[in-house]
Every structure is written in C-alpha cells, then in structure tokens.
C-alpha cells in the first residue's frame, strides 16, 4: 500500500514538475483587421490570476496566433470584480454576482455582462478552436453560438424546430460573440436575475448541475429558443457541434490550474449562490 502511495506521489511529482513554474500570460493585441462588421474583435477570458502550466500556456497562444485578427484580454478575479461593481453595481446582477459561490457561476455572469455592454467574444481560457474564428462566423452576423454534443432533455416548440439547427441539443456558452447591447444578452441577464429567488440560498445535491441550468448552457439555451419565439430574425449565426468539430473544449495540460484552485464538479450538497 505504501509502495503504491509513493508511486503515484512521485508520478504526480513529475506531471507536476514539467509543468511548473507558471508561465505568466500578457494581453495581446491585434496584428490583422477583422472581418466582422458588428461583433468587436476582442476575446474577454478570466481566470483568477494570469498564471498558467507551462503545456497550457503553450495551448493558448497557439489559439491566439490562429486568431491574430483579434484582442484577447484576460480579466483576473479582481478585475472582474471591479468591472462588475463599476458597470453592474446598481443592477440586480452585479448583486447576485456578488453572492455567487462558485467561481464557474461568476465567470458565466461576467461574459453575458460584458459582451453586453461592450460587445465582443468570450472563450473560457481552457478551450478553443482549431481554425480560425473567422472562418466559422460571416461578415454580417450580430453573433456567433454553437451547440454542445450534450442531448438537451427538453426541446424547443415545435413550431419552431426548423430554426434551429440541434433542436435536441445544448447551445454552448464557452465560446461565444455578439454585437455590444445585443438581444439575446439583455434576456440572458434578464432571465437569471427572474431565476435567481428559486436558486437563493438552495441546497443542490449537485451543485454543477445546478449552476448549468442558472446561468450556463441550460439558461442559455432556453434564452435563445424563447427569442426564437418572439423575433423573426436574430441575425446570429448556427455552428454545428463543438464549432463544426473544430472545437478544443480541453486544452492539453489545462489540468495543471487546478492545482491551484479545485474543480467544483466534485462538489455535492451546496448552495451556488445566497
């Protein structure tokens, strides 16, 4: 038993060695003209510092130099903090921000609220896409949404199902971009602040389940098919599952953040906000 112990100690030991130390990660500015008309070249990402295993790193910046049309700023954990205060302190979001629990909760609040008032893309720092986004997203599009592999367990009406283009699927929001202000956006943030009284100080046997149905892809989803039901045209562009199969939802080596701050998905009987 203990030969086994200082086994995995030592081949942890040296997963761990050849990703440390942290390298630390620069904002990057744009080097060509981006082809969007309506969505801000910028990508919006977070994390709680700017420092990143050596492999992840590498991950990253090839995912930037693919997209080097585009901005990429990351916002650490205070600097999200003092965005939401400073441009959502008097809305009923930057409050329930504020009472968040999990760091995934927040992150989800803080892309709807800055695409929205400033417009833009977001991409969670673990994950991206192995072609150019300027490939997937057209000229004229306002946004940009892709679906999940996930099966949704409840579909849109039916009276709408040939507008979507995985009516049985989850629309993703690790990836995403929209024009400043844009519809869908105002209702996500109208929609988990209606949602908030039935999440508040809830115990959930499972607490990121709960979250995906608050403010991930589950709210995100039900967002964009009430819309379907209320306006013509949304203008955003469908991409198929996993941005057509050319997204990387697990960077190599993104692990190595978690050392640092622990995945919430093995966490059991919380409340995700109070």
């Known amino acids: 038993m203990l030969k086994k112990a200082i086994k995995s100690l030592k081949k942890s030991y040296t997963l761990h060695a050849h990703e440390l130390p942290m390298v630390q990660l620069h904002d990057r500015t744009a080097l060509k003209v981006w082809h969007n008309s309506l969505i801000p070249p910028v990508v919006y990402q977070t994390w709680q510092d700017n420092l990143f295993g050596k492999t992840h790193y590498a991950e990253i910046?090839?995912?930037?130099?693919?997209?080097?049309?585009?901005?990429?700023?990351?916002?650490?954990?205070?600097?999200?903090d003092l965005y939401m205060e400073e441009y959502w302190g008097n809305h009923a979001i930057g409050e329930i921000y504020k009472q968040g629990k999990y760091g995934p909760l927040k992150s989800d609040i803080f892309r709807y609220c800055i695409l929205c008032e400033r417009g833009g893309l977001y991409f969670d720092n673990n994950k991206g896409c192995n072609v150019a986004l300027s490939?997937?997203?057209s000229h004229g599009a306002s946004g940009f949404i892709s679906y999940e592999a996930n099966d949704s367990m409840i579909l849109p009406p039916v009276?709408?199902?040939?507008?979507i283009l995985y009516?049985?699927?989850?629309?993703?929001?690790w990836g995403l971009g929209f024009q400043k202000n844009h519809k869908i956006l105002r209702r996500m943030i109208d929609n988990i602040c209606e949602y908030y009284p039935f999440f508040k100080n809830t115990v959930f046997e499972n607490p990121s389940h709960a979250i995906v149905s608050f403010t991930g892809p589950g709210m995100f989803t039900r967002t964009i098919w009430e819309l379907m039901d209320e306006v013509d045209e949304l203008n955003v562009d469908q991409l198929g599952i996993d941005f057509n199969r050319h997204g990387d939802y697990a960077f190599k080596g993104s692990w190595v953040r978690y050392l640092k701050a622990p995945s919430y998905a093995d966490a059991r009987n919380s409340i995700i906000v109070t």
Do not use: G
């Not at 009276?159 to 507008?163: A, C, E, M, Q, V």
């Open 135 to 137: 490939s997937l997203c």
């Open 61 to 80: 910046e090839k995912f930037r130099n693919l997209n080097s049309e585009l901005n990429f700023k990351l916002f650490d954990d205070k600097q999200v």
């Open 159 to 163: 009276r709408h199902i040939s507008k």
């Open 167 to 173: 009516p049985n699927k989850y629309i993703l929001q």
